[in-house]
């Protein structure tokens, strides 16, 4: 399928083929994100940030993303001195903004919202994460890091650790790599496990899946470590997380019997549960994962707007 | 059809075949208060069924049911059966049948779905899975399997 045009809400709106052209897109785009070449592939165009929730992390690697290419970007920064605050809703936000640019890129609080932001607007519209909900993007350079790494997606043995319930990253991640069949090894805090519905939809679509029963035998034959953050404001109760989010922590100990070639992510910030000793160590590829969602987005914008892969 | 203890209608819809219990719901559905004050509405429960068992009926007089409310239907009593009556004949009957897109029928259970949120939106599930029915919400992804609570 071609990408041009086309609403990015959902991983699951890619096919194993459209993900591939992503990430070799994106590969081809690295010299451009490190500024070692430069490119008008975008020039003329121009992206809208709608974000109704703060994110510095993702606007700005939109914003450099777009300006690597030469395009342009205008942004609804601050939702609350926006016309939202009058009441207005977000099928008409949205149906206004896309008369503006050439695409929208969206961040919002509930569920869905970038799925009812596409139907309203004429133009394409990224979801850059809509509440609990889905984060293509995100899922793509998670993506991108791994087949940088090895090559391939093929195959690999993906342990998952942490808040598997509620992480939305992992639940779209761990549907890419069933595409591909990865095989996913599952080690959570109690109450944190993956939910039902997700893991049936999971072997529905071809995944591999197994518990860890010891976190240190399950990194020993692994091929990537994926950490997730204990998200803090899924506990009513300051305690319970504290009880939970001290539950694991990865250390240099902790990757001792591991390949050589395993690779540590998180998809970040941190809150505590990798060490920051294991940043100098060649296993920790968190931070080139955070670099990789700027070429990861370049190649998304270009083949989105133009169907090229600059 | 077999003779019940509750009159024919001249004109209007027969749901039969409902699963036992499930009458009141379906009356819901319908809508009953919405109904011509002068249509009478009558219910059997717990009926002898040789095809399910024990059984609900529902007729009622002059109304004809919409395809959203036929989706509803199919949701909650997907055994039903429904006959169009004209003229005290059975002019139409069909079994109720889920479409692959349900669409102002029910409310997302996730409160945080922006169906729920004051848009000018109707609430939109595709079938996840058939047999036993899931729903998967058109926006947020959310999978509902009790369509009672979330009966719009």
Known sequence: MVLKGRDLI?????AREDIEEVLQVARRMIPV???KRSSRALAGRLLTLAFFEPSTRTRLSFETAMQRLGGDCVSIADPSSSSVRKGESLSDTIRVLSGYGDAIVLR???EGAARLAAEASDRPVINAGDGAGQHPS???LDLATMYEAFGTLSGLKVVLLGDLRYGRTVHSLAHAL??????LVLSNPPGLALPEEVRERLEHAGARIAEADQLHRAVRDADVLYVTRIQRERF???AEYRKVAGSYRIDL???AGAKSRLIVMHPLPRSGEIAPEVDGSPHAAYFRQAFLGVPVRMALLALILTGKGG | MRELKITPIKNGTVIDHIGNGLALEVLRIIGVRDLDKDSTVSVALHVRSQKIGWKDIVKVENMELSPRKVNAIALIAPTATIAIIRDFKVREKRT????ERIVGVLRCPNPSCITNQHEPVESAFEVARRRPVVLRCAYCERQVDDFLAALA
Request: proline share 7%.
């Open chain 1, 178 to 183: 069933a595409l591909f069949g990865a095989e």
């Open chain 1, 108 to 110: 919002h609080p509930n």
């Open chain 1, 253 to 255: 100990a902790s990757l």
């Open chain 1, 236 to 238: 009513g109760d300051e």
């Open chain 2, 96 to 99: 109720v049948d889920l479409p």
């Open chain 1, 33 to 35: 994100a490190e500024g």
């Open chain 1, 10 to 14: 959902s991983i699951r709106d890619l």
């Open chain 1, 138 to 140: 995100q899922t793509l």
